[in-house]
C-alpha cells in the first residue's frame, strides 16, 4: 500500500509554507492541521522545526508533539535540531513513532547507528535534502544552505548500512513550486535502496502523486502547501489513485 503523508513544517509554534526553503507564509494552527489531516484520512504526518539546525538549538515541537499525540492516532516523524541520543529518546517519549535526522547524521553518522541499535530501524528517518549541482544530486544539510559534496546515492546506501529504516527524500529545488516531484532522483534512491522512501517536493496536483507512484518505488508521497491551502482533499487524492490503480489505503 502506498501512503500520502502531510508535512508541517514549523516556525515559531505556527505551521508555515516556503519555495524552495524560503519566503515562508503563514499556514495555520499546528493541531488543528493535524486533526484535520488524520480526519481526511492521511496515513502518517511530519512534523518538522525547520529553523531548529540553522538556529543552533534543540527541537522544540515536544509540547505541541503531546497535545497532537492525545487527538489524533496516526504515525507521526519528527525532525529539526535532533542531534543527540537524549533527544530522540525524548521526542520518541513524547509520542512520535520516529525521528527524522538529517545535518546531525552527516556531521556525526554513528548517531544514526547507535540510534537504530537503541531504538530500532523504525524508529529512525533519515531525511536527505537534494539538489542537482550540474554533476550530481548532492546531498546539502542545514535547511538546504550548506552543500556537503556527498553524492545522494552512496549517502543513501550508507545511511541504510548505518540502520536506518527509512529515507524521506526532498528535492531543494523543486520544494513548494508545484511542478511534480523530482522523478529522476526518487527513482535513483529508491532504486538504491532497500528501505521505504519517502517522495517530497514538488506536488501541486494529483497526478504528480500518481506519477511518482508509476514511475517510482517511492512508498510514500509527502506534501505540505496543496493539503495547507485546501488545494487537494486527502480522501478525494486517495480516491483517485485507487480509480487509477495504486494500492492506498482508504
Known sequence: MKKIIPCLDIKNNRV????????????????????????????????LDITATTDSRSNELLEKLSEVTTKINIPITVGGGISSITQIEKTLKAG???????????????????????FGKKAI????????????????????????????????????????GSILLTSISD????????????????DTVSIPVIASGG??????????????????????????????NIRELKLYLKENGIGVNL
Open 16 to 47: 508555515t509554507k516556503g519555495i524552495n526553503f524560503i519566503d515562508l507564509i503563514d499556514a495555520g494552527d499546528i493541531v488543528e492541521n493535524a486533526c484535520r489531516y488524520a480526519r481526511e484520512g492521511a496515513d502518517e504526518l511530519v512534523m
Open 96 to 118: 512520535a513513532t520516529s525521528v527524522g535526522i538529517n545535518s546531525p547524521a552527516i556531521e556525526n553518522p554513528s548517531l544514526l547507528k547507535e540510534a537504530a541499535e537503541k
Open 125 to 164: 528517518c533519515s531525511a536527505i535534502d537534494v539538489q542537482y549541482n550540474g554533476t550530481f544530486y548532492e546531498v546539502f544539510t542545514h535547511g538546504g544552505q550548506i552543500s556537503t559534496g556527498l553524492e545522494v546515492t552512496k549517502w543513501a546506501k550508507e545511511v541504510e548500512s548505518l540502520g536506518a
Open 175 to 190: 520544494d513548494g513550486k508545484k511542478d511534480g516531484y523530482d522523478i529522476a532522483v526518487t527513482k535513483l534512491v529508491a
Open 203 to 232: 506536488a501541486g496536483k494529483k497526478e504528480d502523486f500518481l506519477k511518482v507512484f508509476q514511475k517510482t518505488k517511492a512508498e510514500s508521497a509527502l506534501a505540505a502547501s496543496v493539503f495547507h491551502f485546501g488545494e487537494i
